[in-house]
């Protein structure tokens, strides 16, 4: 799922949809309202949004309101907070060994 949770985040149009829905709920005209898109077009970002479980709809019905649905978001933060754990609990990486430079090898 997280797979489809970046693919979701990967466009803007898509984090600033969310980033509005971090407000409150709204419908997809509210939200074609903001944006230079279509409405198809915002009805199509908010799919993509809902099948990576970042949205949900409240209710049914063209004119139902969407809300963010962050679950999905915590996850994303807990995966790269394991990251960044993992990363600086690793050992320093080996020094790069020595290699004499072409001055030295005719020595």
């Not at 063209?62 to 963010?68: G, V």
């Amino acid at each position: 799922m997280l797979d489809r949770t970046f693919a979701a985040l990967a466009d803007p149009t898509r984090r600033a949809m969310l980033q509005r829905l971090a407000h409150g709920a709204a419908t997809t005209g509210q939200l074609a309202d903001l944006f230079p898109i279509s409405r198809p077009a915002v009805s199509q970002h908010l799919r993509v949004l809902r099948e990576a479980g970042l949205v949900e709809p409240l209710g049914t019905g063209r004119n139902a309101p969407n809300q963010l649905a962050p679950a999905q978001l915590f996850l994303v933060e807990s995966w790269a907070h394991d990251l960044a754990e993992r990363w600086t609990a690793a050992p320093p990486p080996r020094a790069a060994q020595h290699r004499p430079t072409s001055e030295q090898e005719h020595r």
